[in-house]
T-cell receptor
């Protein structure tokens, strides 16, 4: 079946503009995660969705960042008034939590959106 | 709070040889899972192997094995018989009960396999 898809693959914007990044998870996956990867760095957690609710928003770096998920499927990450430090690859992942106290649920990652803020 | 440390920023390894990538972690949670992901230059994150904190045996997946030493809080990845296609960035990550499923990643280790 289809994997996680993200759009656009690349986005170049000017400082101060708003951007929207989209993530289509694997069909049926209830858990969705957004991560950010700055140049040469590891992945930094941003936000987690279970269904349409976001029980963990602890990684959002500022109130310029927001995300929503509708219909338990597509998610949009919005960055308002972009700054140059927002330049990074934004990765989305989805998983289907299994029953029981297991951490094994594999997160399937999308190809990412490379955001460049000029 | 959790933390993952990967102290090797980069490694060269010859084709067909084995390589060990170091990963140490810090968590106060008694239950957790450890993951290794591979990120080739194309950018996608590829899951390699998983180790649960209560698993009795070290995890193995094909040429990948995990040297899990719980008391030392280390989870080193061993890649046997390296191939040119193994050249990539490798990330260690941890997930625990207080993390809502999110993964905490290390900084990664760049592996270059030479002929």
């Amino acid at each position: 079946g289809a994997g996680v898809s993200q759009s656009p693959s690349n986005k170049v914007t000017e400082k101060g503009k708003d951007v929207e990044l989209r993530c289509d998870p694997i069909s049926g996956h209830t858990a969705l995660y957004w991560y950010r990867q700055s140049l040469g760095q590891g992945l930094e957690f941003l936000i987690y969705f279970q269904g349409n609710s976001a029980p963990d928003k602890s990684g959002l770096p500022s109130d310029r960042f927001s995300a929503e998920r509708t219909g338990g499927s597509v998610s949009t990450l919005t960055i308002q008034r972009t700054q140059q430090e927002d330049s990074a690859v934004y990765l989305c992942a989805s998983s289907q939590p299994t029953s029981g106290a297991s951490f094994r649920d594999e997160q399937f990652f999308g190809p990412g959106t490379r955001l460049t803020v000029l | 709070a959790q933390k993952i440390t990967q102290t090797q920023p980069g490694m060269f390894v010859q084709e067909k040889e084995a390589v060990t990538l170091d990963c140490t972690y810090d968590t106060s949670d008694p239950s957790y899972g450890l993951f290794w992901y591979k990120q080739p230059s194309s950018g996608e994150m590829i899951f390699l192997i998983y180790q649960g904190s209560y698993d009795q045996q070290n995890a193995t997946e094909g040429r990948y094995s995990l040297n899990f030493q719980k008391a030392r809080k280390s989870a080193n990845l061993v890649i046997s018989a390296s191939q040119l296609g193994d050249s990539a960035m490798y990330f260690c990550a941890i997930r625990s009960t207080d993390s809502w499923g999110k993964l905490q990643f290390g900084a990664g280790t760049q592996v270059v396999v030479t002929p």
